[in-house]
C-alpha cells in the first residue's frame, strides 16, 4: 500500500479547530462522528467512563492498519480530538471520524471491542452526521477564562446583528482533560447561530 504523510487536523483543518484568542466565525461542513450521552458536568465520574469508551472506539479503528486491516479509502490520520456538546438538558461527547469510516466498520468495532475489552457503555456509542454549518469560536485556556470566552462571543455576534443560541454550545478538548489540571486545559468554545438548531 502506498504510504503518505498522515492527515492531521492540526495542520490541515487548524481554522475549525485551534481557535485563536479572538472570536472567529466559521463555516463547519458535515462531519461523520462516534457519539455517546454524557452528564451534563464533566466532573462527574461517569463522564469520564463515557470519554474513554469513545477514546476506545476511535483508538480501536486508528489501529486497524496494525491488524493488517485497510478498510476501502483508509489514508493516515492524527486520531479527531474530543468534543463535548450541551444543548438545552441534553450532553454528549464525540469525536469526529475519517470519511472512510461506515456504519459496517462501527459494527465491526463494536464486536471487536466487545469480544477483547468488554464494557457496559459499548452499546451507547453510536455514529452521527453533524453539519455545523456558521458557526463563531475561540480559545480558550483554563475554566477561569470561559466567562469572559463567552462574553466575547455574544459581543462579536451582537455588534453584526447575529443572534447565538442560549442553550447550545460546544467544547473542543486540545489537550488530554484527564491528565491535564484545570487551569492548564486547552478548549475551542465554539457558539452557534440560532438559524443553525
Not at 6 to 27: I, L, Q
Not at 113 to 123: G, M, V
Not at 132 to 157: F, H, P, S, Y
Not at 169 to 178: E, F, G, H, T
Request: glycine share 4%; with cysteine.
Amino acid at each position: 500500500m502506498e504510504t503518505k504523510e498522515k492527515h492531521s487536523w492540526k495542520v490541515e483543518e487548524k481554522e475549525w479547530y485551534v481557535a485563536k484568542s479572538k472570536p472567529a466565525w466559521v463555516t463547519i461542513p458535515k462531519f461523520r462522528f462516534f457519539t455517546i450521552a454524557a452528564p451534563s458536568r464533566p466532573e462527574e465520574k461517569e463522564w469520564k467512563a463515557a470519554m474513554e469508551v469513545l477514546l476506545r472506539f476511535s483508538k480501536f479503528i486508528h489501529q486497524m492498519p496494525k491488524r493488517g486491516f485497510f478498510p476501502g479509502g483508509y489514508y493516515p490520520y492524527v486520531v479527531y480530538p474530543m468534543e463535548f456538546e450541551k444543548q438545552g438538558d441534553q450532553a454528549q461527547l464525540m469525536v469526529r471520524q475519517p470519511s472512510f469510516v461506515t456504519e459496517s466498520i462501527a459494527r465491526m468495532t463494536v464486536t471487536g471491542l466487545t469480544s477483547t475489552n468488554p464494557h457496559p457503555l459499548l452499546q451507547q456509542v453510536h455514529m452521527r452526521e453533524k453539519e455545523d454549518g456558521r458557526c463563531i469560536q475561540v480559545g480558550v485556556t483554563g475554566m477561569e477564562q470561559w466567562k469572559e470566552a463567552w462574553q466575547a462571543l455574544e459581543a462579536q455576534a451582537e455588534k453584526e446583528g447575529v443572534l447565538l443560541s442560549a442553550n447550545r454550545y460546544r467544547v473542543i478538548a486540545l489537550n488530554d482533560w484527564v491528565k491535564t489540571a484545570p487551569e492548564k486545559r486547552k478548549m475551542t468554545l465554539r457558539r452557534f447561530v440560532v438559524e443553525s438548531e
